[in-house]
Structures are given as C-alpha cells and as structure tokens.
C-alpha cells in the first residue's frame, strides 16, 4: 500500500505531490479538519467505533447492560445475589471449611457471618447441622418444638454406639424365638427404691429401681443394660414389665383354676 490510501479510504483528500509548498498550511489546516470530525462524529460498530457519543448510548449499541445490572455468575453457572437492606451489604455465601452456608453482613460494625437455619440445622446450637443423611452430634439434643405422637408411632430407643432407633418388635430383627414359661424367669421383682437425681431439683424424691442392684441378682441382671465401659447404665424397662406382667397372669390363671375347682367340690358336697 502507498501513503495516503488508508486516508483516502476514509474519505479524506490526498496529495498528488504537485502542488504549490506555498500551499502547505492550506493542507495543513485540512488535516487538522479531519482530525476534529474524527473525534467529534460517531464512529459506527462496523468502522470499529462504539455508535454512540455517550457511555450509555454505547452500552445499548453494544448491548452491553449497565454495570449496576450486569448478573455475575459462579463455576456452577448462577447467578450471584447481593441484597441491600437499610446499611448493610447482605450476601449469600457458602462456608467450605464450616460446612455450613451463611448470610455475610458488611456494614459499619464490620463483617460478620451468620448460618442459615435449614431444615438440618439445629438452632440452639449455634449453626451446628446435622446431615439428612446422617450426623452426629457430640453436645445435648434439645426438641422444645417437637411434635406430639398422635399416628402410628414406635417407642424410640438409644443403643449402645448412641444411635437412636425405633423399637424392633418384627420377627424379622429376631432369631432364637421360642417360648418360655414365666415361672421360670424366677424372682423378677426388684426391690423399690427412693432416691434424687444428683442434678436434680433438691428435695424432689423419686421413686424406681436401681441398675446395680438388678445387676446383683441372677434373675433380673438380663434386664440391666450396661455402658461401654461394662458398668451398669440403666434398666430395659419395658422388657423387665412385660415379663412380670406375664408373671402376674401366670399367677392369676393358677389361682382362678384353683378357685374354680373348690367351688366345683363344694358343690359335688
């Protein structure tokens, strides 16, 4: 290319090389001319320009949104969300290292995380979750709100590694059944204690059985359950009052036979 084409491509008068050097400031003054319109008129998108004089202008010729609107976006595609309320940013944001998720608080006072409470977070707990898929918790489990059992329900049960279940009363969690006669169970009646919990309301005076003391006897130690230390931790309660109740009928069913056989001599007499 020769000096001069990219000019006269744009529209711009260029010289022959024949012309009078009085001339020169003439040419001069146009160049500068050009120079002005340069800058002055909108340069179109096609000519590399922005079609527009204004920033906002340029921004539609583009199609380009405003700052304010433009939506950012995460390695997973969505959308970051940032609120305003009264004075301080509010924002969303994932704890990896907490494993939790909290609202971030900028403001005047500083920056400052809180958890969300979701449907797996403990509130009184101070953003300790547990998992829907399982958890564990190494603090007291409070359920102040917890709801009443007014459906089907199953009694709940705390086993020996700490995981709650429900009771288990289907054969199929069973092997070894067979029968048994309730005499044989010999003395399954513990003798009643009065005692206060050590934590307590002092003078509050409870009534019940002692884990030890049932553990001392043959009979009714198969219903002490024990820690995983092996010491006595409590009493299988249920367990132990289902087998006097049987006890208690097996008795009853003897004497209403015996009854009935007096009565049925007394009136052979």
Same mark, same amino acid.
């Given at each position: 290319?020769?000096?001069?084409?990219?000019?006269?491509?744009?529209?711009?008068?260029?010289?022959?090389?024949?012309?009078?050097? @009085?001339?020169g400031w003439d040419e001069d003054n146009k160049t500068r001319d050009y120079i002005a319109r340069r800058t002055s008129i909108v340069t179109p998108l096609e000519k590399g320009g922005t079609g527009a004089t204004t920033a906002a202008g340029? @921004?539609?010729?583009?199609?380009?949104?405003?700052?304010?609107?433009?939506?950012? @976006?995460?390695?997973?595609?969505?959308?970051?969300?940032?609120?305003?309320?009264?004075?301080?940013?509010?924002?969303?944001?994932?704890?990896?290292?907490?494993?939790?998720?909290?609202?971030?608080?900028?403001?005047?006072?500083?920056?400052?995380?809180?958890?969300?409470?979701?449907?797996?977070?403990?509130?009184?707990?101070?953003?300790?979750?547990?998992?829907?898929?399982?958890?564990?918790?190494?603090?007291?489990?409070?359920?102040?709100?917890?709801?009443?059992?007014?459906?089907?329900?199953?009694?709940?049960?705390?086993?020996?590694?700490? @995981?709650?279940?429900?009771?288990?009363?289907?054969?199929?969690?069973?092997?070894?059944?067979?029968?048994?006669?309730?005499?044989?169970?010999?003395?399954?009646?513990?003798?009643?204690?009065?005692?206060?919990?050590?934590?307590?309301?002092?003078?509050?005076?409870?009534?019940?059985?002692?884990?030890?003391?049932?553990?001392?006897?043959?009979?009714?130690?198969?219903?002490?359950?024990?820690?995983?230390?092996?010491?006595?931790?409590?009493?299988?309660?249920?367990?132990?009052?289902?087998?006097?109740?049987?006890?208690?009928?097996?008795?009853?069913?003897?004497?209403?036979?015996?009854?009935?056989?007096?009565?049925?001599?007394?009136?052979?007499?």
């Open positions: 290319m020769a000096n001069g084409d990219d000019a006269l491509a744009a529209g711009m008068d260029i010289l022959t090389g024949n012309e009078d050097r @009085r001339n340029a @921004r539609n010729a583009l199609g380009v949104p405003a700052t304010g609107d433009v939506a950012l @976006r995460n390695g997973l595609g969505f959308v970051y969300g940032v609120a305003q309320l009264s004075a301080h940013n509010i924002g969303f944001y994932r704890n990896d290292g907490a494993n939790r998720t909290v609202v971030r608080v900028s403001s005047g006072a500083g920056q400052f995380d809180e958890a969300i409470v979701t449907e797996g977070t403990l509130p009184g707990l101070m953003g300790d979750t547990v998992k829907t898929s399982g958890g564990t918790i190494t603090g007291s489990l409070y359920l102040p709100n917890s709801s009443p059992a007014i459906a089907g329900y199953a009694v709940a049960y705390i086993n020996n590694d700490g @995981r709650v279940s429900r009771g288990a009363s289907s054969e199929r969690y069973k092997k070894y059944i067979s029968a048994i006669d309730p005499a044989s169970l010999g003395d399954i009646f513990p003798d009643l204690h009065r005692f206060q919990m050590r934590q307590g309301e002092p003078g509050a005076w409870k009534y019940g059985w002692i884990a030890e003391r049932l553990a001392e006897n043959p009979d009714t130690e198969p219903f002490v359950v024990y820690n995983e230390q092996g010491a006595p931790e409590t009493i299988d309660f249920i367990a132990l009052l289902i087998a006097q109740n049987a006890q208690h009928h097996q008795a009853m069913d003897l004497m209403a036979q015996r009854i009935a056989a007096l009565e049925a001599r007394h009136a052979e007499s």
